[in-house]
Every structure is written in structure tokens, then in C-alpha cells.
Nanobody, 119 residues
């Protein structure tokens, strides 16, 4: 069993920056990849970024390329998402996920953390 805990959400002005962290707890942690999604009330869940754990390679949603940066810390079982140049449309709940193998299944989900961008 793996538990994922997100932190770092809050309120930020448009154009500002915010950093989210996702920490995995458990006796063993060896994911194929980690990911971030976001979902606003009444809206479809949206892919944001995916990071392969073995080599750190990434895939980003087109609208966040150049503004969001994801990285990993294997020693602390943590994945970090830095969000720069925030826009009002970035306002939503962000979720951290884990995929245990190459199947297109997000096996584990965090509880989510709220991000609000004010104008």
C-alpha cells in the first residue's frame, strides 16, 4: 500500500509562483511514473504532467509548458511541481498520482491540494 500526500497549495496572484510537493509513504516505493492532474468543480479532470521515475523524463500539458516544472527526489520519495507565471485558469484542485507499471492506470491518488490564482 502506498499513500500520497500533497502539500504547498494556497492563494497566489496572477503572474506569481507556487510550488507543490507530493510525498509517498510506505515500506517500499518503486513507481514506473508519477503524475499531476487538476480538476475544477463541474469540470473534467485534466492531465498536467507525467514524470518517469527511472530517468526523470517528463511530458507536459501544452498550456503549461515553459511555466510549470516537475522534478523528483528519490532519497525522500518526493515529486515537486513548480508553477510559474500563474494564470486564473490554473485555479483548481491538483492531485498527485502513481503508476506502478507501464499500464495506463493511475493506481494511487493523493487527497488533492487547492490552488487559487487571483487577479
Amino acid at each position: 500500500q502506498v499513500h500520497l500526500v500533497e502539500s504547498g497549495g494556497g492563494l497566489v496572484q496572477a503572474g506569481g509562483s507556487l510550488t507543490l510537493a507530493c510525498t509517498a509513504t510506505g515500506l517500499a516505493f518503486s513507481p514506473d511514473s508519477m503524475g499531476w492532474y487538476r480538476q475544477a468543480p463541474g469540470k473534467e479532470r485534466e492531465f498536467v504532467v507525467r514524470l518517469k521515475w527511472a530517468d526523470g523524463s517528463t511530458k507536459y500539458l501544452e498550456s503549461v509548458k515553459g511555466r510549470f516544472t516537475v522534478s523528483r527526489d528519490g532519497a525522500q520519495n518526493t515529486v515537486t511541481q513548480r508553477m510559474d507565471s500563474k494564470r486564473p485558469e490554473d485555479t483548481t484542485i491538483y492531485y498527485c498520482t502513481e503508476r506502478v507499471d507501464r499500464r495506463n492506470i493511475d493506481n494511487y491518488w493523493g487527497q488533492g491540494t487547492q490552488v487559487t490564482v487571483s487577479s
